[in-house]
Structures are given as C-alpha cells and as structure tokens.
C-alpha cells in the first residue's frame, strides 16, 4: 500500500489556496524620524573617530618636532685677546669694553677697534675657533645643540673686517653680500673688502650662497667672492697679485722716479734698462740697473717707486720676492749708519693700528771690511756681480708691525758710488 505525502497531494477542487507572503522589510516598519536618528548617530561617531585620529596625530607630530628641534642656547668662550676689544649684549645698545669676560652669550656683538693693534680669539661650543682681526665685527646670531638628540646649528654674522675661521662643526655665516657655509674641519678666512667678499680656504671647503641659482663650491688653495650684487664668483686661485709691471716689461711704467742729492755739487745716479737673470729665469726679463759715481764723497739715493693703495689685512701672507745683483759699493757694509746699502727695498705701509707706519726695508751688500754695524734683520749679503733670489713673508713680522693697507715700495740704491740691478719683483697676497 502506497502512502502519499499530504505536503504534494493537489489542493481539493473549488477551495481557496492561500499564499505565504515575504515579511516586510524593516526600515518599511521603521519611521522617518528613526532613520535620521540613526545617520545622525553614525555621523557623530565618524565625526569623533576623525577627530581622536587627528588628536593622536598632531600629538604625535608635536612630539616628533619638540624632540627634533628642541635647542639649548650655548657660549662662546674668549680664549685670547688684544687692544680694544668691544662686546655689545643682547638687548642692549650700549658697547662695552670686553674686560675680564670669559663667556659671551647668543646675539652678543664682538668688535674689535683699530685705534690699537686688536685681536681676539673665541672658540665655540664645538671646538671650532674663531679668530677676529683689528676692524672686524661678529654677531653671535645661533648658538645651540639639540636637547634630545645629537645635533647642533651655528650661525654667525660677520658685518666688517676679516675673521679666520677653523671648524670642527658645520658654521654658516651670514655677511652682507649672502652666506658662507663652512664644512666641518676647514680652515677660512671671510675679509669684507670694502664692497667685496673675499673667501680664503686654507682647508676644507665653503659654499658660497648668493643671487647665484646654485651654491658656488670653493675647496683648497682656492678663492671665491660674492659682490656688490650678490653674486658669488669663483673658483679662482687663491693668491692675488698686488704689484703691476714689477718685471719691468713696460720699463718704468706705473713707476715714479726716486732722487736725492745731498751735496749741491754732486753728481745725481742714472737708471738704465739691462737684462736680467735670463739663464736662471729660463727666459728673457729686463733689470733696472741703479748706478752712481759720487765725486764729493757725499750721501745720494736713486732707484724708482710705485704708489699703492691695497688693503691687505685679509691676508695671512703677504711675499715680497725679487731678483737682486750688487756690482760695486763703495761704502762698507750699510756705511756708519747701517742705512746706506747699494740696493735697498723699502715697503710703505700702515699697521692694524690707525695711522701707524711700520715701515720695512731691506738692503744687500757684499762686503763688510770695516766690520761696521749691520743689523740682520735689514740687511743681507749677497755674493758680489751674481743674481740672487729672495723673498720674505711681511706678515710673519710682530702682529703690531704686519701690514693692514700697503701704500707704495720703493727700490733704490744709498750711499755715495754703487752700482746695483733688480729684476722680477713681486708682491703677493695669500
């Protein structure tokens, strides 16, 4: 017997079929203020998750900047000074006497004055030194290390004069015509040359920062500078020339004559074009000869001068080199004075100190029979009739004596008879 599932047996004939309907959705059931009731709750809690998020960022962020760029102000401490120095203290207007101070703080302003021979040497926090000449000026602008971690700035601002810089740190310094960025362990020199600024490296390297669209790298034995317009120049070889036609190429030309007589009856000494020390040179260069035959015995100068007008308190050598041959003296050693030698070189110039005139000279003989006074620093002897080389480094002199501004050189012979020749003189900044 087969059973049948009541669930597929057909629906009796003539009676309703009833059909099971879907409920109705939810929201269907739910009222229009409920629903905005509820956006309005899940836009809150959007609203309040953005702003923890932010919170948790900008907290994060502040932290990040406090711990990366918090700085401790340093000092600068004075290792050694000379003459006038003057500070000036941040906030105040009042230029001080440096004193017994030992310390100087950020923003301090140390001047050196010119009326005496000045110089003052500071080291920073880093080690690094930094020297001041007479007539410069330098703003401690930034002085500071990081206080959570390993980092430091250095910035100073030099407005007058010449510094020389030896870094260990990296120090920027800020000079009217842009800014000079000195790598660790360079040796600088910064001289502001009236409308100029002269970079110096003696070591290391600088960047020099003007209206230039690229920084103007300056590396050893090298010379940048930035001008009036701001901007840098460079690389140039770092020695500059200072005397024009010392070879005597164009004879006396930027030359003025040098005479004095001291007997009215006496004879004046003559200047005259002759060779020079070719073989020695490897080329051919032309000599001033000075010759003179005294017939009264009596005290004559004759040689030539060229007028100068060069600040030169930038440099940290200054050579004076030339070419020199003595024929005949007729006086013993410098004479009875120790002044009066066949061929002389005399520099003119001022000192640190305004209106100082540490004048220098030198003069060559080749004989001393007389054993007169000769004192070595102004004199030399030379082996008689042959060219000789010499040169010496005018800033190597006691710092009251060396140079700040050149104003002329002469070159002549003194005495009564002689007969002398130079060639090939130089002058040249370092």
Same mark, same amino acid.
């Given at each position: 017997m087969t059973t049948t599932d009541p669930a597929h047996l057909p629906p009796p004939v003539g009676r309703p079929v009833a059909v099971e309907t879907a409920p109705a959705p939810r929201a269907a059931l739910r009222s229009p203020a409920a629903v905005?009731? #509820?956006?309005?709750?899940?836009? *809150?809690?959007?609203?309040?998750?953005?702003?923890?998020?932010?919170?948790?960022?900008s907290v994060a962020k502040f932290v990040l900047d !406090?711990? &990366? $760029?918090?700085? *401790?102000?340093?000092?600068?401490? *004075? $290792?050694?000074?000379?003459g006038l120095v003057f500070v000036v203290s941040p906030g105040s207007p009042d230029q001080l006497l440096l004193g017994d101070r030992s310390e100087l703080g950020v923003g301090t302003v140390v001047t050196l004055d010119r009326s005496t021979t000045s110089a003052a040497e500071l080291q920073l926090f880093d080690g690094s030194s930094v020297k001041l000449q007479s007539g410069s000026s330098? #703003?401690?602008?930034? /002085? @500071?290390? %990081?206080?959570f971690i390993k980092q430091q700035a250095a910035l100073l601002t030099q407005t007058a004069g010449a510094v020389r810089y030896a870094t260990l740190g990296p120090i920027a310094v800020d000079v009217p015509n842009g800014t000079v960025q000195l790598a660790p362990h360079s040796d600088v020199t910064i001289w502001l040359d009236g409308d100029m600024t002269q970079v110096l490296v003696y070591g290391g390297e600088a960047r020099l920062f003007g209206a230039n669209p690229t920084p103007v790298i300056i590396g050893d034995r090298e010379r940048g500078t930035l001008d009036a317009q701001r901007l840098a120049g460079g690389p140039y070889e770092r020695t500059i020339v200072l005397l024009s036609n010392g070879n005597f190429a164009q004879h006396d030309d930027g030359w003025q004559a040098h005479d004095k007589v001291s007997g009215e009856q006496d004879t004046s000494g +003559?200047?005259?074009?002759?060779?020079?020390?070719?073989?020695?040179?490897g080329s051919p260069t032309t000599a001033l000869q000075i010759k003179r035959d005294s017939v009264k015995q009596q005290h004559g100068e004759t040689g030539l001068s060229h007028k100068l007008d060069v600040d030169v308190s930038g440099f940290r050598h200054l050579w004076l080199r030339a070419w020199v041959r003595v024929d005949?003296?007729?006086?013993?050693?410098?004479?009875?004075?120790g002044s009066e030698y066949p061929m002389m070189l005399q520099v003119? /110039? @001022?000192?640190?100190?305004? %209106? &100082?005139?540490?004048?220098? &000279? +030198? %003069?060559?003989? !080749? =004989?001393?029979?007389?054993?007169?006074? *000769?004192? @070595?620093?102004?004199?030399?002897q030379v082996p008689r009739g042959e060219w000789q080389p010499f040169a010496v480094d005018l800033m190597s002199s006691e710092a009251s004596s060396q140079p700040y501004r050149l104003l002329g050189l002469t070159v002549l012979g003194?005495?009564? &008879?002689?007969? =002398?020749r130079v060639a090939n003189i130089e002058l040249v900044g370092d």
């Open positions: 905005r009731a #509820e956006r309005r709750a899940w836009l *809150v809690l959007c609203l309040a998750f953005l702003t923890f998020c932010a919170l948790v960022f !406090y711990v &990366s $760029t918090a700085q *401790v102000d340093q000092a600068a401490s *004075v $290792t050694a000074r000379r330098l #703003e401690l602008t930034r /002085m @500071e290390i %990081g206080r +003559i200047r005259q074009w002759v060779s020079g020390p070719d073989d020695l040179l005949y003296a007729d006086l013993s050693g410098g004479g009875q004075l003119q /110039m @001022e000192g640190p100190a305004i %209106g &100082s005139r540490p004048d220098w &000279s +030198i %003069g060559f003989y !080749y =004989a001393n029979p007389d054993r007169l006074p *000769v004192p @070595e620093k102004t004199a030399e003194q005495g009564h &008879s002689f007969d =002398a």
